[in-house]
Protein backbone atom coordinates (compact mmCIF):
# COMPACT_ATOMS: atom_id res chain seq x y z
CA UNK A 1 0.00 0.00 0.00
CA UNK A 2 1.57 3.39 -0.74
CA UNK A 3 2.52 5.39 2.34
CA UNK A 4 1.39 9.39 0.72
CA UNK A 5 -1.88 9.77 1.54
CA UNK A 6 -2.66 12.99 -1.26
CA UNK A 7 -3.71 12.09 -4.47
CA UNK A 8 -0.90 12.94 -7.52
CA UNK A 9 -3.69 12.31 -10.50
CA UNK A 10 -7.16 13.51 -11.13
CA UNK A 11 -9.55 12.53 -13.55
CA UNK A 12 -13.01 14.35 -13.81
CA UNK A 13 -15.94 14.45 -16.61
CA UNK A 14 -18.84 16.74 -16.76
CA UNK A 15 -20.99 18.82 -19.00
CA UNK A 16 -18.82 18.19 -22.39
CA UNK A 17 -15.48 18.65 -19.97
CA UNK A 18 -12.90 15.74 -18.88
CA UNK A 19 -10.51 17.34 -16.78
CA UNK A 20 -6.75 15.88 -16.35
CA UNK A 21 -4.71 17.01 -13.73
CA UNK A 22 -1.47 14.93 -12.52
CA UNK A 23 0.50 16.53 -9.70
CA UNK A 24 3.62 14.85 -11.47
CA UNK A 25 3.96 13.01 -14.66
CA UNK A 26 6.91 10.83 -15.80
CA UNK A 27 9.12 14.06 -15.95
CA UNK A 28 8.49 14.89 -12.27
CA UNK A 29 6.71 17.93 -13.81
CA UNK A 30 2.91 19.33 -13.35
CA UNK A 31 0.31 18.67 -16.50
CA UNK A 32 -3.17 19.78 -16.92
CA UNK A 33 -5.32 18.44 -19.90
CA UNK A 34 -8.73 20.48 -20.44
CA UNK A 35 -10.84 18.83 -23.31
CA UNK A 36 -14.36 20.90 -24.39
CA UNK A 37 -16.09 19.37 -26.64
CA UNK A 38 -13.49 18.22 -29.61
CA UNK A 39 -11.08 21.39 -28.34
CA UNK A 40 -7.92 19.77 -25.90
CA UNK A 41 -5.73 21.80 -24.91
CA UNK A 42 -2.74 20.54 -22.74
CA UNK A 43 -0.61 22.81 -19.57
CA UNK A 44 2.30 22.04 -18.34
CA UNK A 45 4.39 23.59 -15.14
CA UNK A 46 4.70 27.27 -16.16
CA UNK A 47 0.89 27.72 -17.64
CA UNK A 48 -0.46 26.11 -14.20
CA UNK A 49 -1.41 28.17 -11.07
CA UNK A 50 -2.38 26.39 -7.93
CA UNK A 51 -3.53 28.71 -5.14
CA UNK A 52 -4.17 26.78 -1.53
CA UNK A 53 -7.28 28.20 -0.29
CA UNK A 54 -10.10 26.95 3.19
CA UNK A 55 -11.88 25.24 0.39
CA UNK A 56 -9.14 23.24 -0.96
CA UNK A 57 -7.21 23.80 -3.86
CA UNK A 58 -7.64 25.98 -7.16
CA UNK A 59 -6.16 25.18 -10.38
CA UNK A 60 -5.80 27.45 -12.72
CA UNK A 61 -4.85 27.50 -16.52
CA UNK A 62 -5.37 30.25 -19.21
CA UNK A 63 -7.63 28.79 -21.94
CA UNK A 64 -7.43 31.91 -24.41
CA UNK A 65 -6.46 35.62 -24.25
CA UNK A 66 -7.85 38.10 -27.22
CA UNK A 67 -5.80 40.83 -26.39
CA UNK A 68 -8.25 44.53 -25.88
CA UNK A 69 -11.23 42.23 -25.73
CA UNK A 70 -10.93 38.92 -22.82
CA UNK A 71 -8.93 36.41 -21.11
CA UNK A 72 -10.72 33.01 -20.61
CA UNK A 73 -9.78 30.81 -17.79
CA UNK A 74 -10.31 27.69 -16.49
CA UNK A 75 -10.07 26.92 -12.53
CA UNK A 76 -10.69 23.36 -11.29
CA UNK A 77 -11.61 23.35 -7.48
CA UNK A 78 -9.30 20.54 -6.07
CA UNK A 79 -11.37 19.26 -2.21
CA UNK A 80 -8.75 18.19 0.36
CA UNK A 81 -8.35 14.15 -0.64
CA UNK A 82 -7.05 11.89 2.33
CA UNK A 83 -6.11 8.53 1.16
CA UNK A 84 -5.83 6.32 3.96
CA UNK A 85 -5.17 2.96 2.88
CA UNK A 86 -6.54 3.20 -0.76
CA UNK A 87 -5.15 4.25 -4.14
CA UNK A 88 -8.04 5.63 -5.70
CA UNK A 89 -11.39 7.32 -4.28
CA UNK A 90 -14.48 9.26 -6.22
CA UNK A 91 -14.57 13.02 -5.72
CA UNK A 92 -17.24 15.84 -7.20
CA UNK A 93 -16.25 19.43 -7.64
CA UNK A 94 -16.53 22.12 -9.89
CA UNK A 95 -14.75 23.32 -12.79
CA UNK A 96 -15.06 27.55 -13.27
CA UNK A 97 -14.81 29.41 -16.81
CA UNK A 98 -14.13 32.59 -16.28
CA UNK A 99 -14.54 34.91 -19.03
CA UNK A 100 -12.83 38.56 -18.04
CA UNK A 101 -13.23 41.63 -20.35
CA UNK A 102 -9.68 43.52 -21.32
CA UNK A 103 -9.30 46.88 -22.53
CA UNK A 104 -6.13 48.93 -23.51
CA UNK A 105 -7.45 51.18 -21.04
CA UNK A 106 -7.20 48.61 -18.32
CA UNK A 107 -10.06 47.52 -16.18
CA UNK A 108 -11.68 50.66 -14.84
CA UNK A 109 -12.46 51.74 -18.97
CA UNK A 110 -14.22 48.46 -19.02
CA UNK A 111 -18.29 48.88 -18.29
CA UNK A 112 -20.13 46.80 -16.20
CA UNK A 113 -19.15 43.09 -14.84
CA UNK A 114 -15.11 42.53 -15.17
CA UNK A 115 -15.91 38.57 -14.92
CA UNK A 116 -18.14 36.53 -15.77
CA UNK A 117 -18.66 32.56 -14.96
CA UNK A 118 -19.67 29.04 -15.94
CA UNK A 119 -19.57 27.03 -13.14
CA UNK A 120 -19.74 22.86 -14.27
CA UNK A 121 -20.74 19.91 -12.47
CA UNK A 122 -17.28 17.10 -12.06
CA UNK A 123 -16.93 14.12 -10.83
CA UNK A 124 -14.29 11.46 -11.13
CA UNK A 125 -11.48 10.39 -9.04
CA UNK A 126 -8.61 10.94 -7.30
CA UNK A 127 -5.50 8.44 -7.43
CA UNK A 128 -2.22 7.88 -6.50
CA UNK A 129 -0.23 6.58 -9.31
CA UNK A 130 3.41 5.52 -8.42
CA UNK A 131 5.97 6.00 -11.09
Request: avoid cysteine.
Amino acid sequence: MPTDTTPNLYELKGDKLKVTYATTSFTGQPTFTLQQGRKTLTFDKKQIQTTRLPIGSLVTVTVETLPDVKTTTFSLVLPDVNMQDSTKVSIKTIGITTMAKTSIGGPKTVKGAIQTYKVANLSGSARIVIS
